[in-house]
């Protein structure tokens, strides 16, 4: 799709959040298009600032996160 619409030369870098599959997906996609050096990975700023705040306010007791969203 990316070489079909001509936007694979004009890609520089992919956001992400911190999945480690989309570290998987991008290393394939990079194999498949012989074109692995130019994929940089991004993680998502909002992502890593959503996943220290429940760090920050819940510790490590990730249920009470889940049980305040919830609420």
């Keep these: 799709v990316l070489q079909d619409y001509?936007?694979?030369d004009k890609t520089g870098a992919w956001i992400c959040d911190n999945a480690s599959s989309n570290n998987t997906a991008l290393e394939e996609l990079g194999r498949q298009l012989k074109t692995e050096t130019r994929f940089w990975r991004i993680k998502c700023a909002g992502h890593i600032f959503n996943l220290i705040a429940g760090d920050l306010f819940y510790g490590l007791?990730?249920?009470m996160f889940d049980v305040s969203i919830k609420e």
Excluded: G, K
């Design 6 to 8: 001509e936007i694979l």
């Design 61 to 63: 007791d990730y249920e």
